[in-house]
């Protein structure tokens, strides 16, 4: 519910009639849903400041480690650890959310059990984490779902259905994604195709053959989760967008070493479960509040795939606000209930 009135509020900002930049509008989106729900706190002005913040540790730690001593690396680092002072500070006077501990009220009590699992020089990063997580994840697949609909008015007309449907009926807490049945195969169509996170780095602790190369241990091997997504043997037309693949029928992501977007193994993303969820109700509420132009069907997306995959100069434009009857909700902000 909080997910769906965040969203609202974050979307109500948006202006109408001109084109825009979405990705960073998207990125406030998920940091305010991100923040509420794992630390009960809202980042508020913060989020370019992480989002700027983000991009140099993640530079700095595959090409460049002094980029974060740029003036504007600094003033993020500076700006993002004022942030964490507040959350703090707020955990402090209110204490453990009464609904349940969120993962700062966790990572506090871990601290005051043994400081040695989360010492001082870990904290501020530890605080920052749910604003950081989704920024270059969740955030940038978004961008790339809307992208994916704005394209394909038929998809667009049906996600919109979908969501008039469930907003009209309304939301049951912790219902999933049963009722957005198109929108979850669009997400999952989107994941394949732009995986934001394509491979993952590993050292090897053994040595081992592969392929007819040897391995030694100790070295560091690039893993493609992602190639199967492009394999034709797994995913016929592999460029083709196509939510059928996801039907009982097709299934053909269920092939085992076809789809793995969040990762595999023991270090698959802790985030696997929440963020089909998180997109889905994102772009229902989009969908359901805004009516937005579509885009031409051979619009072309520009991408960087460095330090992640994400949109660049992705506009959109908001044709008109949708008018209907205000769905219930919870409420949500800075509060630790
Ligand atoms: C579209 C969104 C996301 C994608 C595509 C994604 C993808 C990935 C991938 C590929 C990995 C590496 C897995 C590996 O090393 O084998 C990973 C790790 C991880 N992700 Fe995500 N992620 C997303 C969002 C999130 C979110 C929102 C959270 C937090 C709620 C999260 C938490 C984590 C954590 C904690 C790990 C490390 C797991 C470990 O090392 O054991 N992710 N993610």
New binding site residues.
Partial sequence: MEVVEITRDEIAKWPVGKRFEVLPRIRHVIAEQ?GYVMAGYSPGGYTNDLSTLLGGLLISASVFPRVMKLPRMRRARARAEELAGAVLEHKRKVGPRRAGPDFIDLMLDLREADPQLLPETNLNLTVLAPYL??LD??AS?CAFMLENVLKRPELMESMTAEADALFEQGLTPGEGLRRLDVSRRVAMET?RLH???PA?LRTTANSFEFAGYRIPAGTLVMVG?SVGHALEEYFPEPERFDIERYTDVRAEHRQRGAYA???????????AG??PVQLGLTMATILRELALEPLRPDHALRVRSFPTMRPVGFNIRVLGRRTHAAAATNGAGNSSS
Wanted: proline share 8%; aromatic share 4%; with cysteine.
């Fill in positions: 991100m997580v989704g994840t969740t697949t994941l995986p934001v996170s993952v989760t977007p969040f990762g595999t193994g023991n270090h698959r993303c802790l985030g929440l963020v």
